[in-house]
């Protein structure tokens, strides 16, 4: 089945510091990928659509320039957050949609990356 | 009003039991539902998709009522290893939007 590596599985940085998450789709090319962030027992919050080749889609109260997106192939989906802050500690997940099954399928998800700012 | 309402629960249910969930979606142009399962601590996995008709996998019913916009999942027969949180999925022209999530824990 389709498979989506996400790298790392857990982070620990300081504050200030920038952080690298990479998103891969192993067995399927994926020109969209997304980003969500999950806070303790809250949902699942879309937080961009990364579209392969131009600029990232980014939901109503997502800083654009803290968290950059960066779709360079139909492979590769890689969120930065920049001068991460302790607010910045959560779970971020990628998806994508495998193949060409469509949305009506459900998508397949990276494994996670907890990120803790200390 | 959120876009997709679950009961957050918890649902705490002795083995065998049979245990059912709720969700509720605003956007009547909602194309496609899902339900998800998330286990602590790790990402979401498709348990199943949601058709009008009504689907059933194992011991897992899914159905769906598009007059009402509300989707529910039937577990029977529990077993330890369904304690997990249960997540509404629903897509919104390929916007995938997750509800908050149903909190089961079944017990021996």
């Known amino acids: 089945g389709a498979v989506v590596s996400q790298h790392p599985s857990r982070v620990i940085c300081k504050s200030g510091t920038s952080v690298k998450i990479e998103c891969r789709s192993l067995?399927?090319?994926?020109?969209?990928m997304f980003w969500y962030r999950q806070f303790p027992k809250q949902s699942l919050m879309l937080m961009a659509t990364s579209n392969e080749g131009s600029k990232a889609t980014y939901e109503q109260g997502v800083e654009k320039d803290k968290f950059l997106i960066n779709h360079a192939s139909l492979t590769l989906s890689t969120l930065t957050v920049t001068s991460a802050h302790p607010e910045d500690s959560s779970f971020y997940i990628c998806?994508?949609?495998?193949?060409?099954?469509?949305?009506?399928?459900?998508?397949?998800f990276g494994s996670g990356t907890r990120l803790t700012v200390v | 009003r959120k876009e997709v309402e679950q009961d957050p629960g918890p649902f705490n249910v002795p083995e065998g039991a049979t245990v059912a969930f709720n969700c509720t979606y605003s956007n009547s142009a909602s194309q496609s539902f899902f339900w998800y399962r998330q286990d602590c601590r790790k990402e979401p996995k498709l348990l199943m998709s949601v058709y009008s008709s009504g689907n059933e996998d194992g011991r897992f019913t899914a159905q769906l009522n598009r007059a009402s916009q509300y989707i529910s999942l039937l577990i029977r027969d529990s077993k330890l290893s369904d304690s997990a949180t249960y997540l509404c999925?629903?897509?919104?022209?390929?916007?995938?939007?997750f509800g908050a999530g149903t909190r089961l824990t079944v017990k021996p």
């Open positions: 998806s994508a949609i495998p193949g060409t099954q469509g949305p009506q399928r459900g998508y397949t």
């Open positions: 067995d399927f090319q994926a020109t969209t």
């Open positions: 999925v629903v897509n919104v022209y390929n916007d995938m939007r």
